[in-house]
């Protein structure tokens, strides 16, 4: 069982309900009685810089100065 998200076309309210993945697109009742609401798809977004640590010891990809 997943969680969903829905809004109703009819008041606009958003909801979510819970139901098996098989049945997530399909039209859905909102609190108020309202049929026909539509599943609303996730956004997700993720912000910021990452780094790479870089080596120490100046040994260069292993470590120990093999590498040219």
């Keep these: ?35 026909g609401a539509k599943r609303l798809f996730p956004v997700f977004s993720a912000t910021g810089i990452a780094s790479i640590p870089q080596p120490s010891g100046g040994g260069g990809c292993c470590g120990g100065g093999c590498c040219a």
């Design 1 to 35: 069982m997943a969680r969903y998200d829905f809004r109703c076309t009819s008041c606009e309210q958003t909801f979510e309900l819970t139901r098996p993945m098989d049945s997530a697109d399909d039209p859905a009742t909102c609190p108020n009685g309202h049929e």
